[in-house]
């Protein structure tokens, strides 16, 4: 299994970017995809994720009204669009994989119930 995040990059407050993660080695379809951000000193923290069919996404908190994940299963790819940026929002940004096991499954919103995970990708906001 290989996730391989992009998009990410130095951004003044206000601005946007998009986060791109390409899945290899998976059924894509099968599978709920999360984005996730960490900065140094703290824990992991969730951000968004979206089911199999890219329905029903669900947000923190803190990004909900300014982000927006979205995915393109004829790509194995699922998207991060981020609006609206804030300094806080400066972290690395990871994309991970949720096996769906069951039709009860709910979308993950910690880091244990994800077993794959790209690398990371800066993101950068300057006041």
């Known amino acids: 299994v290989q996730l391989q995040a992009s998009g990410g990059g130095l951004v003044q407050a206000g601005g946007s970017l998009r986060l791109s993660c390409v899945a290899s080695g998976i059924f894509f379809g099968s599978h709920v995809m999360g984005w996730f951000r960490q900065v140094p000193g703290r824990e992991r923290e969730f951000v968004a994720a979206i089911d199999g069919r890219g329905r029903s996404p669900a947000y923190s908190d803190v990004v909900k009204g300014r982000f927006i994940i979205s995915r393109d299963n004829n790509k194995n790819t699922v998207y991060l669009q981020m609006n609206s940026l804030k300094p806080e929002d400066t972290a690395v940004y990871y994309c991970?994989?949720?096996?769906?096991?069951?039709?009860?499954?709910?979308?993950?919103?910690?880091?244990?119930?994800?077993?794959?995970w790209g690398q990371g990708t800066q993101v950068t906001v300057s006041s």
């Open positions: 991970a994989a949720q096996p769906i096991r069951s039709v009860y499954y709910t979308l993950g919103r910690t880091e244990s119930d994800y077993n794959a």
